[in-house]
């Protein structure tokens, strides 16, 4: 089965750090790109960007780029966001969802992982 | 590239609901639509306009031509009730995914 597993719920202060992580199985990740999906509370879904797991060749969309930084290690077929200084605005659902190249749909997702970010 | 939805869309079960999403020139791109139901993720109804993903059932049909791209659902069932959202990417200056801002459909 072709799935894509995210890491647990987070909560952080504003300035820490965090990494969430999102873990594929059933199909050949190398492959594939990975996207990361925003989701604040009640709103609608805001593309983060993507990565390449085939090279790590990453897009950000501009509202995020020198946000968050997107990695992955195909040797563990898992992709990363990370934040280096949290803000209250960070706080959502992340999905990551998969996609065969640029452009392409996202046809498979994963369950999300809630950030909250709270003094 | 901004993409316009009707925030919602009530229909009684049976009957056929109409999403349109609106984009200049959308009719040139590749429209995605996704269903999310409360507290699960999206999951992709229509891929390259009109084609159906496995187990997506014949009831969800789309079209896409000129300003404005459109998900139907036909003989709406309950369970259809969630938000919908359309996609594209925008191969312009800025290549980007740009995602509607949601449809809530209500099944009266």
């Known amino acids: 089965e072709v799935q894509l597993v995210q890491s647990g719920a987070e909560v952080g202060k504003p300035g820490e750090s965090l990494k969430i992580s999102c873990k594929g199985s059933?199909?050949?990740?190398?492959?594939?790109?990975i996207a990361w999906v925003r989701q604040m509370p009640g709103k609608g879904l805001e593309w983060m960007g993507s990565?390449?797991?085939?090279?790590?060749?990453?897009r950000y969309s501009p509202s995020f780029q020198g946000q968050v930084t997107i990695s992955a290690d195909t040797s563990i077929n898992t992709a990363y966001v990370r934040w280096n200084s949290l803000k209250a605005s960070d706080t959502a659902m992340y999905y990551c969802?998969?996609?065969?190249?640029?452009?392409?749909?996202?046809?498979?997702w994963g369950r999300g992982t809630t950030v909250t970010v709270s003094s | 590239y901004v993409l316009t939805q009707p925030p919602s869309v009530s229909v009684a079960p049976g009957k056929t609901a109409t999403i349109t999403c609106g984009g200049n020139n959308i009719g040139s791109k590749t429209v995605y639509w996704f269903q999310q139901k409360p507290g699960q993720a999206p999951l992709l109804v229509i891929s390259?306009?009109?084609d159906r993903p496995s187990g997506i059932p014949e009831r969800f049909s789309g079209s896409n031509s000129g300003d404005t791209a459109t998900l139907t659902i036909s003989r709406v069932e309950v369970g259809d009730e969630a938000d919908y959202y359309c996609q594209v990417w925008a191969n312009s200056r800025d290549p980007l995914y740009v995602f509607g801002p949601g449809t809530t459909v209500t099944v009266l």
């Open positions: 969802a998969r996609h065969k190249a640029v452009g392409d749909y996202m046809d498979v």
């Open positions: 059933g199909y050949t990740f190398t492959n594939y790109w």
């Open positions: 990565i390449y797991l085939g090279d790590s060749d990453s």
């Open positions: 390259y306009d009109s």
